[in-house]
């Protein structure tokens, strides 16, 4: 019975030390890339990025000019993953979605989340010498809705 529940024991510490060092570093290298994003902070989300066309695409597809609905007060962001590849030379392929609260003009609420905006992802991550960076990353306007229910 001793064997057993040390195997058990093993087993999922061998888990768990395989989750946290082979499955969600890419994961969340991606987390602090969106919120980053969604935030509309270009610099910190370039720094998360590696390679021209990744920097440019981050530069180009500010927040404002991929929702299409019109912003003032941010609030805050969840991202929810829909699909992982993990590709043969390393690479990891994430599909998420972000959604993002957000006060439109001449609407204030407490907590600036009087609409929401989904935004779709499909990111490419690989592992270089600064740990995960997205390399190849496309943002698409999904929809934009009010919260609560109108009067």
Do not use: C, N
Not at 21 to 26: A, D
Request: proline content about 7%; overall charge positive; aromatic content about 8%.
């Amino acid at each position: 019975m001793k064997k057993l529940f040390l195997l058990l024991v093993l087993a999922g510490g061998a888990w768990l030390a395989y989750r946290q060092l082979v499955v969600e570093p890419p994961v969340r290298a991606f987390r602090r890339f969106a919120a980053a994003w969604g935030k509309e902070d270009t610099p910190a989300a370039a720094a998360l990025t590696e390679g021209d066309a990744a920097r440019k695409a981050v530069e180009s597809k500010i927040l404002r000019g991929v929702v299409q609905a019109p912003m003032e007060a941010l609030g805050g962001s969840r991202v929810t993953f829909e699909s992982r590849v993990d590709r043969p030379d390393g690479d990891v392929v994430l599909t998420a979605r972000q959604l993002i609260t957000f006060d439109p003009p001449g609407v204030t609420s407490a907590f600036a989340g009087s609409m929401v905006a989904a935004v779709g992802h499909v990111a490419t991550l690989r592992r270089g010498p600064g740990g995960w960076r997205v390399v190849a990353w496309t943002p698409e306007f999904l929809e934009a809705k009010a919260t609560r229910p109108g009067p």
